[in-house]
């Protein structure tokens, strides 16, 4: 018998039939899925491999901390910026700099138009082709389609003629036999359930906001420059205010930031909420996906109302854990905390002295260790099958207090609902109640889209929050935006160490940094795809992707669909993830907790 | 193969006008630096090609290009990939994923062997044997050069095709190459930057299927049209400079009042690119103009010049100047005419340095 139940309560059955997909498409970075399916075409066993590797912070050690951001910044240009936030933050809290209110203002309201454009286009471009099938919508009737979404949505693009014309250029593009991105892939499955008006809708919509996201990072581009990968600088932000003067920010720029709040905030309820709500309703019966969604979440919170308060009652999104399920309960967490968050390799690619210990992260270890297990099929540079007994992965096993957990934005918002916030809790039950659902939905792949686009519409809100708060303080007289007492090297402490987190777009997202005599000594990041993509620890206990792909029945064996639909619900970032690792075997400095 | 759609065919079923249509290439063609006799010529290329079959290919990197590439205004992302070019295969993009996803590479081979553009983004990593990027269980290594032996030309994204960029950093733990490094018998066209600018990736593009030919590199191989000239050679705030005065330190008196960052690290004088005359986003700011100097991204191996906050002279690359970003500031503080002599030197090895990098790697 190939039965057996994970230390998380899992069940698994590596009979069966073995399908591979790697690629997995429209993700950041390269991830494999391998899955046992029974007779039935039911997912009994996942696995999820990280198939690449950087090496960001080997490079970093020896540098000047001041420039950290700029390198972490490029572990990933998706969610650009997260990263470059995470590295200010931890240098500041080494350092004991404080930064000055508006700076605190900006980087929420980079971070939350960070959200807002990365929601929307990881549902339209990254994740819609799972629930819409391109070429049914080539049957559309454009006049029942103008019906369709005039009555969900006010937004005025909304015409028979407008989808008409969608349609057409679409049958043009088809008809060309250059189907693009389109080609090869799964139209037409029985798994594909809209009608061909709302595919119509969904196709374009698809279009208006791939116009229109390039509005939204607008917001990077007035404040850190450009975008992607605009600038930030430790002590605060690089723009300045120029309310007197011709040489920065004006108020030109601000009526700029303004309206670029208000547009988001209307796309993003009047297109992406209604779709979202629309595709659902057609998808109500699906109900898998939901994994460890249902069990163990984790988030840190963020988005600190003031300034350098880092307390759980400043922050916009509240932060904490939740285990077995029970909502009743929202256990803190504690970044510093060296029994709290650990990471193991027993399965991931990486050498530890005891690999049934896990690290903190100022504690980490780094040996890259590529080697195949007994059971896996193929040759080390063709492989054809991976043996998850053994090592299977890039990506590490991140736990907390041993606990594999799920992070992202519906862990923010079980989180959100549990700690009993009622702004999160007035759009996650007015969802439910219009789709004619139970809480419990949520712990599920839909679930988990829904959330996201919650969080979008959440995200455009605070924006408009988050600047009135920065007008209110500028009027009061407070221009600074950047704190330099500690900029010059000689003010630092000899040896410190720090820690920033941010709740990134794809979830709970740490940078630790060890700085000494004015060098990084040692620099640890523990993003979101690794929480979720992570393989097995020594335990036993399964991570999140794997768990939510369980028990899924598929369509067809040789399409991928679902196992696409589960995985994109979590917005793979696989160059986030992977990055760790250090040069032919050498030790990193081991760090101890202070 | 089917009835190709013109990108003209294409804009007129969209409901654009013939007008908007010539407007739309008047557009272009200043865009790309051309004169109005030259919309024309992209008029008629548009009305009677058929789309360019692209395959682009993710290496080692962040996704910061392809995200850059879907934020250009003119023309939209959306008409490059509906109407200009033919995205065969995009793993960022693609419906398809898996074995259906890889099919699409042979299906290309077979159909425009020796006619297809193969856009790169990211880089190949060498050690252990290629696996610190696995695609389809196999290095990534295999599948660039499989594909580039069958296609017509190479574009290189970014500073990691071209360069190798941030995980080519030192120790560059994974040896990350740049693309022109292991393919070395196609032309291959550099479009560096981290990322490269939106309209420069589609102007590129468009230089591209209208000229059926790239347009006219320099020594290193990128488009002239976009990076002959430097950053600091454009800037707006080059009068600040050549006046001395400077930016001391993050939002003093002078950052508010829009002076020139050399001191605070601006790398504007050893940096060739677009971003100070065609700006980002729309040409709604560059990082000068938000306040921070420019880091540099377009330019070989920049991680590894020094930190991001020292002046240009203090850099190893201008090691023959002897002395520190802040003695040299102090002076030209109280001195325009020792800025520009400052200036110029940084200038002359930028010049130096180019020269010694030797010629292009296309053919």
């Known amino acids: 018998m190939t039965e057996t139940v994970t230390a998380n309560g899992f069940k698994l059955d590596t009979g069966g039939q073995r399908v591979v997909v790697d690629p997995i498409c429209r993700i950041e970075g390269h991830l494999r899925i391998e899955v046992n399916v029974d007779d039935d075409n039911v997912i009994r066993n996942a696995v999820s491999t990280g198939n690449m590797w950087r090496g960001l912070e080997v490079i970093l050690k020896g540098r000047d901390p001041r420039d950290a951001w700029a390198f972490t910044e490029r572990i990933c240009g998706v969610c650009t910026g997260v990263h470059a936030l995470a590295s200010v933050r931890a240098v500041e809290d080494a350092l004991g700099i404080q930064i000055p209110q508006n700076a605190n203002h900006i980087r ?10 990365d929601h929307l286009v990881h549902f339209y471009h990254l994740h819609a082709l799972d629930w819409v099938d391109v070429v049914s919508a080539l049957k559309a009737d454009p006049k029942a389609t103008s019906a369709l979404q005039q009555s969900i949505s006010s937004w005025p693009k909304s015409s028979p003629g407008y989808f008409r014309d969608t349609q057409a250029r679409l049958k043009r593009f088809v008809e060309s036999g250059q189907l693009g991105p389109f080609s090869n892939a799964y139209w037409g499955s029985p798994a594909y ?4 008006e709302a595919n119509l809708m969904a196709v374009t919509h698809y279009l208006e906001a791939l116009d229109f996201q390039r509005e939204i990072v607008k917001i990077h581009t007035i404040f850190g420059g450009r975008n992607p990968h605009p600038n930030w600088v430790v002590g605060g932000m690089p723009c300045s205010f120029s309310l007197n003067e011709n040489g920065a920010i004006t108020m030109e720029w601000l009526n700029l930031v303004s309206s670029i709040i208000d547009r988001s905030i209307d796309f993003v309820d009047q297109v992406y909420i209604p779709d979202l709500k629309a595709i659902a309703s057609f998808y109500k019966e699906w109900t898998y996906g939901g994994g460890l969604s249902s069990k163990n979440l984790l988030s840190y919170g963020g988005f600190p109302k003031l300034a350098n308060d880092w307390s759980q009652e400043n922050m916009l999104m509240p932060g904490g854990a939740i285990l ?4 009743s309960q929202v256990h803190e967490v504690d970044v510093r905390d060296p029994e709290q968050i650990q990471e193991f390799v027993a399965h991931s690619w990486y050498k530890y002295p005891d690999e049934n210990q896990g690290l903190h992260p100022w504690d980490g270890i780094t040996v890259p260790d590529f080697v195949l297990g007994p059971d896996a099929k193929g040759t080390k540079t063709d492989i054809k ?7 299977y992965s890039f990506i590490k096993a991140p736990r907390w207090r041993g606990n594999a957990m799920e992070v992202g934005p519906l862990a923010r918002y079980v989180v959100a609902y549990a700690s009993g916030n009622e702004e999160i809790k007035d759009q996650v039950d007015g969802l439910l109640h219009d789709l004619g659902l139970p809480l419990t939905a949520i712990f599920s792949t839909l679930g988990r889209t829904a959330a996201r686009g919650l969080e979008c519409s959440w995200a455009a809100h605070n924006m408009r929050y988050v600047f009135d708060n920065m007008m209110a303080n500028l009027k ?3 221009t600074a935006t950047a704190n330099m007492d500690k900029w010059e090297p000689i003010t630092w402490p000899g040896d410190v160490k720090g820690v920033g987190h941010v709740e990134a777009p794809r979830g709970s997202l740490g940078h630790w940094v ?7 000594e040692n620099y640890q990041a523990v993003v979101p795809t690794t929480w979720n993509a992570s393989p097995r620890d020594p335990a036993g206990n399964i991570g999140a992707y794997e768990a939510a792909l369980l028990g899924t029945p598929m369509a067809n064996a040789e399409q991928p669909l679902e196992i696409l639909r589960t995985v994109h619900s979590f917005d ?13 075997g050498k030790e990193l400095v081991t760090v101890k907790v202070r | 193969m089917g009835i190709q759609e013109t990108f003209y065919e294409a804009m007129r079923e969209h409901g654009i006008t013939r007008r908007s249509f010539l407007k739309f290439c008047s557009l272009t063609a200043a865009g790309l630096g051309l004169g109005p006799e030259f919309a024309g010529t992209i008029a008629h290329a548009l009305e009677t090609k058929p789309r360019t079959p692209v395959v682009w290919l993710h290496g080692l990197e962040c996704t910061c290009c392809s995200e850059s590439f879907i934020r250009s205004g003119h023309p939209l992302a959306a008409d490059v990939i509906l109407s200009m070019i033919s995205l065969d295969y995009d793993d960022l993009l693609m419906a398809a994923a898996g074995y259906q996803a890889e099919e699409i590479l042979e299906q290309t081979i077979a159909k425009y062997d020796g006619n297809f553009i193969l856009a790169c983004e990211g880089n190949p990593p060498l050690n252990e044997d290629g696996m610190y990027c696995i695609q389809g269980g196999k290095p990534y290594v295999e599948k660039l050069r499989r594909m580039a032996s069958h296609c017509k030309a190479i574009i290189a994204w970014g500073s990691c095709a071209s360069w190798g960029c941030v995980q080519a950093a030192k120790p560059n733990p994974t040896r990350a190459t740049p693309i022109h490094k292991v393919i070395t018998d196609k032309p291959v066209i550099k479009v560096p930057g981290c990322p490269p600018i939106a309209e420069v990736m589609t102007g590129v593009i468009t230089y591209m299927l209208t000229f059926d030919r790239f347009p006219e590199l320099d020594r290193q191989g990128r488009p002239k049209m976009f990076y002959s000239a430097r950053n600091h050679d454009k800037c707006y705030r080059r009068p600040h400079f050549d006046a001395g005065q400077f930016v001391e330190r993050f939002d003093d008196e002078g950052a508010r009042k829009g002076y020139c960052l050399y001191k605070v690290g601006c790398k504007g004088p050893t940096t060739h690119n677009a971003c100070a005359n065609m ?17 540099g991204c377009s330019e070989d191996n920049f991680w590894d010049r020094g930190s991001f906050y020292s002046a240009v002279t203090d850099l190893n690359v201008v090691g023959q100047v002897e002395s520190t970003a802040d003695k040299i500031g102090g002076v030209l503080a109280g001195a325009a005419a020792i800025g520009v002599a400052a200036h110029a030197t940084a200038s002359v090895i930028s010049h130096l340095k180019d020269d010694n990098k030797g010629g292009s790697s296309h053919d």
């Open chain 1, 193 to 196: 359930k809209l009608p061909p």
């Open chain 1, 324 to 327: 077995n399920g029970d909502l």
């Open chain 1, 108 to 117: 929420n309201l980079m971070m939350l138009a960070q959200y807002t454009q």
């Open chain 1, 476 to 478: 009061a007289g407070d």
């Open chain 1, 572 to 584: 793979p970032c696989l160059a986030c993830s992977t990055h760790v690792m250090a040069p032919d």
């Open chain 1, 514 to 520: 060890h700085i000494k005599d004015a060098k990084i």
């Open chain 2, 279 to 295: 700006e980002w986003n729309g040409g709604l700011s560059w990082p000068v103009k938000s306040g921070h100097g420019c880091l």
């Open chain 1, 385 to 391: 099958q991976l043996d998850e007994n053994a090592k």
